[in-house]
């Protein structure tokens, strides 16, 4: 009587993920934007058939698509990478001629080339819950400086809002402040009417000879 073999194979394309990776307290600390960065790598290296690990090109749009929100990309790479489960080649952004993609790499994948270059589990070296913790969070926080760079150049390329613009805050002079109005001086305006701000914009000095009339959002 022939027993039949047990099939255990898998028809289609997978990622392997070892119990000891799952149980580390590198993995259980993970934001769930940094767990669907690795997935999304992982799901690269299927797409170049198991090759190119370390050089895999996923762009932004290709983690929005995925389903990561655009301001939660960087700090998860971020935080996959300080974890020990991602590594990183930072591209250059810019125009198309000069741009250039980052490359990532996995370093738990097991893929074409694993027998030359094998896994390198840098989440090993996180040994507790709370350094975990700490890592990812501190990741999370710190900014690339030449994003950060390159956000101020181009702030100071555009027009400088107004202190009437949505979002902006201006701290109080001594003629805004309601506990000191009209300055140390103590003076007031007899008339009623308020002193003249001492807000410039475009060049100009903005005067108000009315404080019930509405504020223009447009600016117009």
């Not at 170049?48 to 929100?69: Q, R």
């Amino acid at each position: 009587m022939s027993i039949a073999k047990r099939r255990n194979s898998i028809s289609g394309q997978f990622a392997a993920r070892t119990i000891e990776m799952l149980e580390s307290p590198a993995y259980r600390v993970m934001s769930r934007s940094a767990h669907m960065v690795i997935s999304r790598v992982e799901i690269e290296l299927g797409h170049h058939g198991g090759n190119d690990n370390d050089n895999l090109p996923v762009t932004k749009w290709d983690f929005i698509a995925y389903g990561i929100y655009n301001d939660a990309i960087a700090p998860a790479v971020r935080e996959a990478e300080a974890l020990g489960f991602l590594r990183v080649k930072r591209g250059r952004g810019g125009n198309a001629e000069h741009r250039t993609p980052s490359k990532f790499g996995l370093t738990y994948a097991h893929h074409r080339n694993s027998k030359r270059s094998p896994p390198t589990d840098e989440w090993r070296r996180i040994k507790t819950v709370e350094e975990a913790k700490a890592i990812a969070e501190a990741a999370r926080k710190v900014k690339d400086p030449r994003a950060v760079a390159y956000g101020k150049f181009s702030a100071n390329q555009k027009t400088i809002p107004g202190p009437d613009s949505p979002g902006i805050s201006v701290r109080k002079t001594g003629t805004e402040n309601k506990n000191h109005r009209f300055g140390k001086s103590g003076l007031q305006h007899r008339s009623g009417k308020p002193p003249p701000l001492s807000i410039f914009r475009g060049g100009m000095a903005r005067t108000e000879s009315r404080t019930d009339e509405p504020q223009n959002a447009g600016g117009k």
